[in-house]
């Protein structure tokens, strides 16, 4: 085990649906951080929940929705997921759509083989 240290853990709520020149929004978030070097991220499709329109999405067979919750993960360095986070806003805006963001203070520990 390797300690990185304190670092930021950075989650963004999109909807399933939700796009931007045609693809998935959370494609694009995901290729935006890696073009930017972040250290990594990782897509987390929900199988239920509700946004602002307190619409319920769920993947539960008898009312299956075609627009479940998307979370990506990304965590790096503060002032790396910060610069990260001031461009979100012309990602959401060139999308038309909403989301919502979270930051939290995280400590880092990596496993590497050998």
């Known amino acids: ?46 199988i239920e929940g509700f946004g602002a329109s307190s619409l319920l999405h769920t993947a539960r067979l008898l009312r299956l929705s075609d627009d479940l919750p998307i979370v990506i993960e990304i965590a790096d360095k503060e002032e790396r997921i910060q610069r990260f986070v001031d461009g979100l ?7 038309g759509c909403g989301g919502m963001v979270t930051l939290e203070k995280v400590e880092v520990l990596v496993y590497k083989p050998g």
């Not at 670092?7 to 963004?12: D, G, P, V």
């Not at 796009?19 to 990594?40: M, T």
């Not at 806003?89 to 999308?95: K, N, P």
């Open 89 to 95: 806003d012309a990602l959401f805006d060139a999308a």
């Open 1 to 46: 085990m390797h300690t990185l240290g304190e670092a930021r853990l950075l989650r963004i709520y999109v909807g399933e649906k939700d796009r931007a020149e045609g693809k998935p929004l959370y494609e694009h978030i995901v290729k935006s951080a890696r073009a930017q070097g972040l250290a990594g991220a990782t897509v987390l499709r929900g």
